[in-house]
C-alpha cells in the first residue's frame, strides 16, 4: 500500500526561526513529490520535485528530494506568522497513473 | 482568472439524504479530481477522471458517485451509503492524468445533522 508520511505533525516556533519539515515516502511506480500549503481551505501549489539532489528555491523556501532515501525535506528560513499553515506533502505515482497520496500534514505555528 | 470553483461553500444535510457537490474549472485542464479531508488525515482520493464520459474509483468510492458529461464540470454526489459523510471536499485538476501539479478549489465543508 502506498504510504507518505510526514513529520512532525505540528510545530511551534517564533518567528525569525528556521524549520524543516519532513516527508517520507513507499509509492510504487514514483514520479514525483509535492508540496502544498493550505491555509484553511484550497492548498496552494509549492513545489514539484522529480529528480534527486536538486534544490528548488522560491524565496524563503526551499525543497529537496533524496529518491534514494525516499524521502524529502521544506525548509522555511526567517519564518513570519503569514507562513502559519498546514503544510502538505505528497508523492505522485501508484498503481493509478496521476493519483497523488498525501501524508497526514505539519501544522506549523508560526508566533510573533 | 482561471481557477477551480466550488460551490456550496459550507452543506448541511440530514442523514439519509443525497446531496451533489459541485466543483467546475476553466483552466481547460483533462484531468479532475476529488479528496477527502478528516482532521489529523492526509486527503484521501475518492473518484478522479482523465477525460469526459470517463471517470475511475480511488481509494474510497464506496458510497460516492460522480459524472464527467463536460470537460469542465466535475460533480460529486455523497449518498444516503455513505456511512460517514461529515468532512471537507476538495476538488482539483490537472493539465491530464500524468502532467503537472493538481490545482485545488476552495472546498466545501460537508456536514450531517
Known amino acids: 500500500e502506498d504510504k507518505v508520511v510526514q513529520s512532525p505533525l505540528s510545530l511551534v516556533v517564533h518567528e525569525g526561526d528556521t524549520v524543516t519539515l519532513n516527508c517520507s515516502y513507499e509509492?510504487?511506480?514514483?514520479?514525483?513529490l509535492l508540496w502544498y500549503k493550505q491555509e484553511k481551505k484550497a492548498p496552494t501549489f509549492l513545489f514539484m520535485l522529480t529528480s534527486s539532489g536538486i534544490e528548488k528555491k522560491s524565496g524563503r523556501l526551499s525543497s529537496i528530494l533524496d529518491k534514494k532515501e525516499l524521502f524529502s525535506i521544506l525548509n522555511i528560513t526567517a519564518t513570519q506568522t503569514g507562513d502559519s499553515a498546514v503544510y502538505l506533502c505528497?508523492?505522485?505515482?501508484?498503481?493509478?497513473?496521476?493519483?497523488?497520496?498525501f501524508g497526514q500534514g505539519t501544522i506549523l505555528t508560526v508566533h510573533p | 482568472d482561471g481557477g477551480i470553483t466550488q460551490s456550496p461553500k459550507y452543506l448541511f444535510r440530514k442523514e439519509g439524504q443525497n446531496v451533489t457537490l459541485s466543483c467546475e474549472q476553466n483552466l481547460n485542464h483533462d484531468a479532475m479530481y476529488w479528496y477527502r479531508q478528516d482532521p489529523g488525515q492526509g486527503l484521501r482520493l475518492i473518484y478522479y477522471s482523465q477525460i469526459v464520459n470517463d471517470f475511475q474509483k480511488g481509494d474510497i468510492a464506496e458510497g460516492y458517485s460522480v459524472s464527467r458529461e463536460k470537460k469542465e464540470s466535475f460533480p460529486l454526489t455523497v449518498t444516503s451509503a455513505q456511512k460517514n459523510p461529515t468532512a471537507f471536499y476538495l476538488c482539483?485538476?490537472?493539465?491530464?492524468?500524468?502532467?503537472?501539479?493538481?490545482?485545488f478549489g476552495p472546498g466545501t465543508r460537508l456536514t450531517v445533522l
Open positions: 509509492v510504487t511506480n514514483f514520479r514525483s
Open positions: 482539483a485538476s490537472s493539465r491530464a492524468l500524468r502532467v503537472g501539479e493538481q490545482f
Open positions: 505528497a508523492a505522485s505515482g501508484g498503481t493509478s497513473y496521476g493519483k497523488l497520496t
